[in-house]
């Protein structure tokens, strides 16, 4: 039987599970579809790409696959702190595995709401950061420790998942799902 694959836009104040004693928004108000899990987490503050399934195997292999983020940072990021989130950060439970990261131009995303903060005097500025473990606001803390805090985060990949053009709490079918390996197995050249 092949593996039941959904991509969802979680939006902006939605909690990564099915249900919420507090009765705050949830995956459950936008997928419908019943036995899927969400292959990873993304916190309540953070948007973007989170893909469920119906299959474990699948689920589990996608918890060790690149993720790929936006980043909007408080103030302007210099290319020191680039290069350190390049190298690996030193947080409270060890260092991260080095990151692909570049400076990027404000990407066309949808408004959030509520709106990031904004300062008239304080400059942001945008990365593209992409890891291959997925500690506790890994990436929050990394760009913290570094010096330039995390003001909005939106995941646009996951594997060989891509967000593309869903917009905040649209969701479709996956046709077929892809192996995770696949996109790194053919960037590094192998087969």
Known sequence: MTPLVILLNKPYGVLCQFTDAEGRPTLADFIRTPD???AGRLDFDSEGLVVLTDD???QHALAGVEKTYLVQLDRGIDQSAID???AGVRLKDGLT??????SISEPPLWPRDPPVRFRKNVPTSWISLTISEG???QVRRMTAAVGFPTLRLVRVAIGPYRLEQLQPGESRFHASPASPRSDRASRDGRR
Not at 97 to 102: D, F, I, L, S, T
């Open 36 to 38: 899927v899990y969400a």
């Open 84 to 86: 350190k989130l390049r």
């Open 135 to 137: 500690r506790n606001r």
């Open 56 to 58: 474990g195997p699948l």
């Open 97 to 102: 595995k080095p990151a692909m990261v570049e």
